[in-house]
């Protein structure tokens, strides 16, 4: 994973300029917070980027913590001028290393599950249940979607500037999708640098998937948000949003403190 600091510190010098600020995406993800995790509550967000969300959920009253390794934190306290004081702590650190004190009501990570292999994932998993969420308490999961990322290999995206918008830097993007190891290559350079490439690495999981990467880890599939449906982890036969249209879905995970009582769902 040493390609972590470096993907998104680089495509963050490219783009927050235009991109660190909150947006309706963030207040979805606030909705997503009290519908599933609770009005109120210390959350714990990894992967924090610029911390757009995590500065959305302090303002909206939730003691959050957010974890990012990239500089992309070095934006955060920017936007988070405004919450009330000791509302939101950012450590700018790699979450397999960090080691954290408090327990949370929520954990959660946007749009970032996936860096790694199934190992270092299960890892993670692990560490929120038996390290971070209180007994009980719920984690909220971005986890992307193999049938549309698989849908995009091939594709190439040329993106002109745009001055006004603070997109300043002419980029180009080629996805391809590996079938074998289940994961999406995502490869941006800049066009006046052909010869600097970048890429992420991105493991997809269906959901049936995910439900057997989380065995034993302490944590359960409930739900799956999919777009604006919640649905149970469930047989949904010939369902177009998760075939075709949203490249990623939610993961609605509750803590199971006794092992035993863990069960992975079936239908
Ligand atoms: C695709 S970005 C999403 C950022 C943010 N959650 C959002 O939705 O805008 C994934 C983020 O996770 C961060 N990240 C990945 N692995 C990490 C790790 N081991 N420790 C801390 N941050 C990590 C990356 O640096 C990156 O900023």
């Not at 470096?6 to 309706?24: I, L, M, P, Q």
């Not at 749009?111 to 390290?131: K, T, Y």
């Not at 918008?165 to 006046?192: K, N, Q």
């Amino acid at each position: 994973m040493d390609w972590v600091r470096e993907f998104y510190s680089r495509t963050g010098s490219w783009w927050a300029k235009a991109d660190a600020r909150v947006t309706d995406r963030d207040h979805r993800r606030v909705r997503l917070l009290h519908d599933h995790g609770g009005d109120v509550g210390r959350v714990l967000e990894l992967g924090s980027g610029y911390g757009a969300t995590a500065a959305a959920a302090a303002r909206a009253g939730y003691s959050v913590t957010a974890v990012e390794v990239s500089n992309r934190a070095d934006v955060t306290s920017g936007l988070a001028k405004d919450v009330a004081p000791g509302s939101l702590t950012v450590h700018k650190a790699d979450f397999y290393e960090l080691d954290l004190e408090d327990r949370f009501d929520i954990v959660c990570y946007w749009n970032g599950f996936g860096v790694g292999s199934d190992a270092e994932q299960r890892r993670l998993l692990v560490r929120i249940a038996a390290e971070w969420l209180r007994p009980g308490g719920v984690a909220l999961i971005d986890v992307f979607n193999p049938f549309v990322w698989s849908r995009w290999d091939g594709d190439e995206e040329h993106l002109a500037p745009d001055a006004a918008a603070g997109y300043d830097h002419e980029l180009r993007e080629r996805t391809s999708f590996d079938p074998v190891m289940c994961t999406a290559i995502d490869t941006w350079w800049e066009t006046t640098s052909p010869d600097r490439q970048i890429s992420q690495v991105l493991r997809c999981y269906t959901p049936a998937d995910l439900a057997l990467l989380l065995t034993g880890t302490g944590l359960t599939l409930t739900k799956i948000v999919v777009g604006d449906r919640v649905l149970s982890p469930s047989p949904h036969p010939g369902m177009g949003e998760l075939l075709r249209e949203q490249h990623e879905y939610l993961a609605i995970l509750h803590h199971e403190p006794d092992q035993s009582q863990a069960v992975c769902p079936t239908g």
